[in-house]
């Protein structure tokens, strides 16, 4: 018989053995680094930073997260790095109203979905 206690560790691991294996075949899938060619330390990379998600994509159900990872490449980590220095260097774009209006509109629909 088990304790409350192991079980929950035993679900907590399993979980998180789910979510490892997902990640290892997405990235054997969509891997290597689209930069330089390198397997280590694959990351994954946002092709739209309008629309990032945080690194809970992986406890996601199926279709939500086929969908994000679709808008997804991988990049090894220093790749990774390199772009999003790139990208904070960019000279800061004028923001329309609509962008801003889409902009917030996207965050109330992450929020609402976070809680949910
Ligand atoms: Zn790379």
Redesign the pocket.
Known sequence: MKTQEEIKAYKADWIKKRREKLKDAWFLANG???????WEDLELDHLDPMSKFTHRIWSYSEPVRIAELAKCQA??H???KAKTIEAIKQPVRQVSDYNKRERSYRAQRRQRRAHV
């Not at 290597?32 to 390198?38: D, L």
Request: contains cysteine.
């Open positions: 290597p680094c689209r930069i330089c060619g390198s990049l090894c220093e790749c990774h």
